[in-house]
């Protein structure tokens, strides 16, 4: 049984290959942006500095890793979407998964070409999302400087980057020979 949990800033790709590899592995995918979609439903645009916007981030980790635990405990694999910014959500996945004898792989998103990433950012303004998904590049540079020191930590699992510049199938053929091999 496996627990994947995606990591990766925003636009870098992770949650289309989460969508495409739950598809083609038939897992669920929890996507935290689902939850905070609703804990910010009123809401202009939240500052990421701002109390309630980090109690809501916490809280809509809180709530896909418990979702996420009631999949394992009923024998399904399953995919959480999220950026794993801190080291505590990636200690909430290595309890779940331990708790509930699950393989925790952390499959790690980037897109290193920047024309690519801001172009991938700049389309999101034309879909209807809410306002805390990042949509302009700006935006997205103020995220990665905010959080650059806390996402950076130590991973002891199952860890694999996925360069998303590559076709989606490409990158979810590698994801999952990666996962039959490991």
Known sequence: MWLIVMKGPPGSGKSTIA??????????LIDKDDILDILHRDEQVPDVLDNNAQLASGLSYD???HVARRQLLQGLSVICDSP???????RQAQTIAAENRATLAIVECC??????????????????????????????QS???????????????????TDTT???EQCVDTIVNWLEMS
């Open 19 to 28: 969508r495409a590899l739950s598809r083609r592995l038939c897992y669920p």
């Open 63 to 65: 709530v896909m890793f």
């Open 84 to 90: 794993l910014t801190s080291i505590i959500g990636y």
């Open 111 to 140: 897109c290193p070409d920047t024309t690519q990433w801001s172009q991938r950012i700049d389309a999101r303004k034309m879909l209807s999302l809410p306002p805390h998904h990042q949509t302009d590049w700006h935006a997205v």
């Open 143 to 161: 995220y990665l400087s905010y959080n650059r020191s806390e996402s950076s930590y130590p991973i002891t699992h199952l860890h694999l980057m």
């Open 166 to 168: 590559n076709p989606l």
